[in-house]
């Protein structure tokens, strides 16, 4: 298993918009992600209600995880903090929230994340 560290801090956002025949599907996550004291990952919501429900939490953090599963790593000394994004009542699905994070969390990797050995 890798580690994952961020060697700054980084604000990015995923957004997953489609248009299907039967239905559209929205989501939109911002995030923030930065190095800190802590041991381990560190997921904290700070979004308000208007802009994703409190009801999206566990499918948005969700989504960080799935990243770190399919890159068989660990995050260690990261606080990510959910800022905001926005939502559509017909259109935002938990699947959404889920596919819109890992966006996100992989763009933070991309701009900031420190590749340690394997363990």
């Known amino acids: 298993m890798r580690t994952l560290r961020f ?3 980084t ?3 995923g957004k997953f918009i489609r248009q299907l ?5 929205y989501a939109h ?9 802590c041991s381990e990952l560190e997921v904290l919501w700070q979004a308000s209600e208007n802009a ?10 969700r989504g960080i995880f799935v990243v770190l599963e399919k890159e068989n790593a660990k995050c260690l ?9 926005s939502f559509n009542s017909i259109d935002s699905s ?10 996100a969390f992989s ?6 994340g420190i590749w340690g050995s394997e363990a």
Do not use: L
């Open 107 to 112: 763009d933070a990797i991309a701009t900031a």
């Open 52 to 61: 994703i429900p409190k009801t999206m939490e566990e499918h948005v953090r």
């Open 7 to 9: 060697g700054a801090k």
């Open 11 to 13: 604000q990015t956002a």
């Open 77 to 85: 000394g990261t606080v990510v903090r959910i800022i905001g994004g």
């Open 21 to 25: 025949s039967s239905r559209d599907v």
């Open 94 to 103: 938990p699947k959404c929230y889920e596919v819109a994070s890992a966006q």
């Open 29 to 37: 996550v911002e995030m923030v992600v930065e190095p800190t004291e």
